[in-house]
């Protein structure tokens, strides 16, 4: 009877924690980088390939995910953000997995209490609050690597080892062909199995390496059909976006030295933030000296994924906060995961306070950053709802057609179409002068220029602009030229509508 009322329990704490984390993801603001994830399925779904068809400044996985969810939902934001809520509980009950894992043959009122205490810390730094759930490709490749780590720590010696290690190599493989940055993430793997006997090291890393190559093979068809988009969109375009940021001023994580002074005020910007460190390095600490070889292995696991991922993070220029999202969650796992495996050893008094003080404190920060999000209690409050009413609105005045805009989820949700050159919204248009107009036009990209002789030459219905400030000015100019009458939004978007 207490087991059952644990586990009901349980159940109540991971409903109430989908519904804050729903409420969240819902109220935050259109983030201008969703336009282009909800646009890269949207277009997908009308028979377009990304790359050959359109700039795609993403691995091409949650292009396939987003395009199959597409066709099921009208909303299509709604639908991308709900994914990514229902992916970051999925990452939370892998976290529960992996405290079972580690306390065997326990209460259940234990390992409930040391895993909802870890969800907690999990879901309360501030990395964690600002990018859960958005339509982006952060929350997918953490619960595939995850997943990973959940897999390739069940095996149970040399026999038996081929699924779970094929299965943990598939894993990421998948998780880097949502996110490219990723593929750090399986440093660690491969060197917990060079570490492997000589007689069975070969065979493990066969196993793992087939599974990875599988986990890559979405991306396949898009790579071969536009090999040199490919390479540009996901290489390339990066060092263009560089250029434009220095360009344009920015200064801020722009060195190496300015990374470092951003990553320090990251993980000592709040309590939530430096006392997961705190802990992760007391845990470790005793881990090494108490816990078997089989204990610290998924801890070293975790911190080693989390390690690859913080130096990957500090690869694209500028550095973001969204970038320790998946990092910073690893870190959390790692000291859960290595609090519950101390537990089991005579030191648990200790690691039991240091727990409880970790996760009193995370709470505290917690649920000051979600209260400052504030808290939407009507459906039509949430930002998909705003979006698609937006959307009816263009589709009003808009029956059928093209328009021209650097917003391009409204256009999609209405309906209408799009210039392929500004499928990604503004980044492929801000950083196209950086590059020769013969090269631009390999890419699929355009520029404010080629936009307005493109609208010379076949006039669109509508030009959509007050997204994004000073870059729309060329198009906005072109609209009041040519006779486009104006007509405001309810979301204060300007629509300037042909005659």
């Known amino acids: 009877m207490s087991d059952r009322v644990v586990w009901v329990a349980t159940a109540l704490f991971f409903c109430s924690l989908f519904a804050v984390l729903l409420q969240t993801v819902m109220h935050k603001r259109l983030n201008h980088d969703e336009n282009m994830y909800v646009a890269n399925g949207a277009l997908l779904v009308r028979g377009w390939w990304p790359y050959a068809d359109y700039p795609s400044f993403q691995m091409p996985l949650l292009s396939l995910v987003y395009g199959g969810a597409f066709l099921m939902a009208g909303d299509m934001l709604l639908a991308a953000r709900l994914i990514n809520t229902l992916v970051a509980l999925g990452c939370c009950l892998l976290v529960v997995v992996l405290v079972r894992r580690a306390l065997p043959r326990t209460p259940a009122f234990v390992w409930a209490g040391v895993a909802s205490g870890g969800v907690l810390i999990y879901v309360s730094n ?37 699924v779970p290690l094929a299965s943990a190599g598939l894993l990421l493989g998948l998780a880097t062909s949502a996110r490219l940055l990723f593929v750090v993430a399986t440093v660690p793997f491969v060197v917990a199995l ?21 986990g890559l093979t979405p991306s396949a068809p898009f790579a071969l059909k536009a090999p040199a988009r490919f390479w540009f969109d996901n290489v390339t375009y990066h060092g263009l976006n560089e250029q434009y ?25 709040g309590a939530a933030n430096w006392t997961v460190l705190l802990g992760v390095a007391l845990v470790i600490a005793l881990v090494v000296r108490r816990c078997s070889r089989r204990g610290r292995e998924t801890v070293a696991l975790t911190l080693g994924a989390a390690a690859s991922l913080f130096v990957a993070g500090l690869v694209p220029t ?42 009193a404190l995370s709470v505290w920060s917690g649920a000051q950053a979600y209260a400052a999000l504030g808290h939407v209690r009507h459906l039509d409050d949430w930002t998909s709802a705003m979006v698609a009413r937006v959307s009816r609105e263009v589709r009003t005045a808009v029956p059928r057609g093209t328009v021209v805009t650097l917003a391009p989820i409204y256009a999609l949700e209405a309906g209408l179409d799009i210039y392929p050159g500004l499928a990604s919204g503004p980044f492929g248009y801000r950083v196209s002068e950086l590059i020769e107009p013969r090269q631009r036009r390999a890419q699929g990209l355009i520029s404010a220029e080629d936009t307005i002789r493109l609208m010379a030459e076949s006039p669109p219905e509508a030009i959509l602009a007050g997204a994004e400030d000073e870059m729309e000015a060329p198009l906005v100019a072109f609209a009041a030229a040519h006779g486009y009458a104006e007509q405001k939004l309810s979301n204060g978007l300007s629509l300037w509508v042909r005659p």
Not at 321 to 350: D, I
């Open 245 to 269: 940021w220095h360009a344009q001023g920015y200064e801020r994580a722009m060195t190496l030295t300015g990374k470092f002074v951003y990553t320090r005020e990251v993980l000592l910007g």
């Open 126 to 162: 501030a990395p964690f609050v600002y990018t859960v759930g958005r339509a982006w490709n952060h929350d997918v490749p953490l619960l595939l690597t995850l997943g990973g780590l959940v897999v390739f720590t069940s095996r149970s010696g040399a026999r038996g080892a081929r």
């Open 318 to 359: 500028p550095t973001w906060l969204q970038y320790f999202y998946a990092p910073y969650g690893l870190l959390a796992v790692s000291f859960v995961t290595g609090t519950a495996v101390v537990l089991r050893t005579t030191m648990w008094k200790a690691a039991l306070a240091l727990f409880i003080g970790v996760t």
């Open 194 to 214: 060079l570490s492997a006997s000589a007689a069975s090291r070969a065979r493990r890393v066969a196993w793992f390496a087939m599974g990875f190559l599988l």
